[in-house]
């Protein structure tokens, strides 16, 4: 038992070694397939408009762009890692729509049907990529990631000489070290 748990204890380490490539190659390849998508949806506008209103999308004209570029720049952002989980939120929207339009019949019919015709969607691989990097983020090699690492490291920075005032300039005080390592902490 002792010597499964020491490599199970070894497989997370190398998950967690993996993580930050891992999610850097996945936001690279949907990325860029955001921006494809978005960009044949610009590619030719008259026939978009005439498959989102087959699809029952109202204001198909408007939805149109709007789906377009919330996909294109949806996608340069999560290839770059900024702003991730905040855009995941927005393209998270769109593929829902897609699917309750689009793939209404696939929804409508989930359990009395094989699962693998929703999972087969085209909409599927895009609606799982949002909801993965809202839920887990784009990992440290990302924008936000050196974003996050910054702040994290201007933080206690700030904390540590904010820590170095207090001690220099307080008077010795009957508990004042408890006081202090109480605050360090």
């Not at 506008?45 to 989102?52: D, G, L, S």
């Not at 198909?60 to 377009?68: G, Q, R």
């Not at 890692?81 to 929804?107: E, K, M, Q, W």
């Amino acid at each position: 038992m002792k010597h499964m748990k020491s490599l199970y204890q070894l497989l997370i380490g190398i998950g967690q070694y993996l993580k930050p490539a891992v999610l850097l190659i996945f936001r690279l390849a949907w990325g860029w397939e955001l921006f494809e998508s978005g960009r044949a949806h610009l590619a030719n506008v008259p026939a978009m408009v005439e498959r989102f209103q087959s699809w029952g999308v109202p204001l198909p004209h408007l939805n149109v762009y709007i789906s377009a570029y919330t996909e294109m720049f949806g996608g340069v952002l999560l290839m770059v890692g900024l702003a991730s989980r905040l855009i995941s939120i927005p393209l998270f929207f769109n593929f829902c729509v897609a699917y309750l339009t689009a793939s209404h019949d696939t929804v409508v019919n989930f359990f009395r049907q094989d699962p693998s015709n929703f999972i087969d969607d085209a909409a599927f691989p895009f609606l799982i990529t949002s909801l993965l990097i809202l839920a887990v983020g784009p990992g440290l090699i990302s924008i936000d990631g050196f974003l996050k690492y910054m702040i994290s490291r201007h933080a206690n920075a700030a904390g540590s000489a904010g820590n170095h005032l207090d001690l220099a300039d307080s008077r010795p005080t009957p508990g004042a070290a408890i006081h202090s390592s109480a605050k360090m902490q």
